[in-house]
């Protein structure tokens, strides 16, 4: 995926997305949801439930995509290593993570990845309060590319439709989103996609 030499304008869509009314779902970009999409996160969580590292097979199907700046799109189809869920499901996850410092607020979190493999492509959304379907803006992606480079979305910039919200473990969370994303902030590229992603149990820490 090529790099721009100026980061390119929020698209429409993005700059018009307006937050979700949904319940629940880790902390915004500016409640500190970094920490959320961060690997240590997922390594320090990947012990819930009675399974091993990839779990069953459930979910069958489920995948994540992503296309940008006219790159090979990327279809991801496992969870990703150490991730939360990997002992219910070896497909992409889905599931709501809250708690936290005082002020969080519960985030969905969407993740997969190419392999369950230490440094797989991956892309992982953070959507505040969402927990039905709708639009929803507050929140932030990260990407992981084949270059090993990982790409962080610009504030505002995160424009994402859940268009079917399966509440239940085992269910699908259905959507597509658009963000730009950069490294640094002075680059930048439009990264788009559609996830339907296996429901696993919710994470809830102190």
Known sequence: MGCGSDVESVPAEAAGATSGTGGSSVTSSTTGSGAAM???????????????GGGANGCSGAYVEVSGDGATTQHLTSVCGGSWGSS???????????????????????????????????LRLSLANASSTGMFSDGDAQYHDAMGLTWTSLPQSLAVNVTAYGGGVGDLVSGQFKAIVTMGGDAGINLSGTFAVCHVSDENVP
């Open 88 to 122: 219910e499901t070896s497909t992409p996850v889905g599931y709501v993570f809250s708690g936290g410092p005082a002020g969080s607020v519960p985030h969905l979190i969407i993740d997969g990845c190419a392999s369950s493999q230490p440094g797989s492509v991956e």
């Open 38 to 52: 961060s690997s240590s996160s997922r390594a320090a969580s990947s012990g819930q439930g009675a399974g091993g």
